[in-house]
């Protein structure tokens, strides 16, 4: 119903005679002879036609020519008194006022009114207008609008208001949906500080992904969370994808080798080593210390040993080093 209305008010405006076809001749411009008579600016009909007279001057064709309008146009052809006395020096003011009929969008004016952000309303009409400019027909559209959108539709002052973030703005303007800030362009200033806002983008990731167990974040590269809006996070965690998924997910018992990398040193701590070992003895079966004698480069590559074997010439010189061929049974360490 409200498009149908919204239709039918254009419409009607369509067929309201343009006040710009009428020509104000200079004989009926009485301000162009000196000052007026008294009283004469306190007439709306005085008023509407110094109005038109100045767009005449100014060369505008249709209302909408009006937003260009300045203070100073005003000053520079003998409407300084009326623009004090009839608009409170507002040149919007003035436009708005003498030509009502019109739906005048204050921020399209080359000034906008100073106290006219402070009102909340005012920030509704405007994301109203701007979903309609940048066709926002469903929720999930306002993710694709970007800061350039706004400065190009005169909104760039609007936005300070929300520390020019987008997902603050459009939060404040639908605030009963779920938005997820990390899918527009800029998360707010701190977001990824709080720890309660990365669990919701890992949680978010892994259904996105299709991650039904914990397990199968071992799986997930640095690539997949850049490509689903991850980029900024991965930063936090200085690229791995391993302290995202130890930091929100800290009650599971994660073994570091099985992700695609492993922590900067992490094969320089015997505390790791022997852990892995440990791990891997169970993996693969060994009951005896003799048992290691048999173990093959294949079998640490192809449980997520490669890095740890490239530390040593051979895998019989890592198990000596590390005490395996002598002191493990039963897959732990004695």
Not at 283 to 309: C, M, S, Y
Request: net charge positive; proline share 4%; hydrophobic share 35%.
């Amino acid at each position: 119903m409200s498009n149908k209305r919204t239709r039918a008010a254009k419409g009607a405006e369509r067929r309201r005679p343009d006040p710009l076809v009428r020509k104000i001749p200079n004989k009926e411009a009485v301000w162009l002879e000196g000052p007026v008579p008294t009283g004469f600016w306190t007439s709306t009909e005085n008023q509407r036609t110094y109005l038109l007279w100045l767009g005449q001057r100014l060369g505008f064709r249709q209302l909408a020519d009006y937003y260009r309008i300045k203070t100073s146009d005003f000053k520079a052809n003998r409407g300084s008194g009326a623009l004090l006395h009839c608009w409170g020096s507002s040149s919007v003011t003035a436009v708005m006022q003498t030509f009502p009929e019109h739906e005048w969008q204050e921020w399209l004016f080359v000034s906008c009114p100073r106290s006219f952000w402070a009102d909340r309303k005012n920030h509704r009409r405007y994301m109203k207008w701007l979903g309609e400019q940048c066709h926002v027909n469903q929720p999930d559209d306002w993710y694709r609008i970007t800061n350039r959108d706004f400065r190009e539709h005169k909104g760039g002052a609007f936005l300070l208001h929300y520390d020019s973030t987008i997902s603050e703005a459009v939060k404040a303007y639908l605030p009963n949906r779920n938005w997820n800030e990390w899918q527009f362009g800029k998360t707010p200033k701190g977001f990824w500080e709080y720890r309660a806002n990365r669990v919701r983008y890992m949680k978010w990731l892994g259904k996105r992904l299709g991650c039904k167990k914990l397990d199968d974040w071992y799986g997930v590269t640095r690539k997949e969370f850049e490509q689903n809006f991850g980029n900024q996070l991965m930063k936090h965690y200085n690229g791995s994808p391993l302290a995202a998924a130890m930091d929100c997910f800290s009650n599971h018992d994660w073994l570091e080798w099985k992700f695609a990398r492993v922590p900067v040193g992490f094969w320089k701590k015997k505390a790791n080593r022997e852990r892995y070992f440990d791990w891997l003895g169970k993996t693969l079966k060994i009951r005896r210390p003799e048992d290691w004698k048999q173990v093959r480069r294949a079998d640490l590559k192809d449980n997520f040993g490669g890095g740890l074997l490239a530390m040593y010439r051979s895998v019989e010189t890592l198990l000596a080093k590390s005490g395996l061929t002598k002191a493990v049974t039963s897959g732990t360490r004695r």
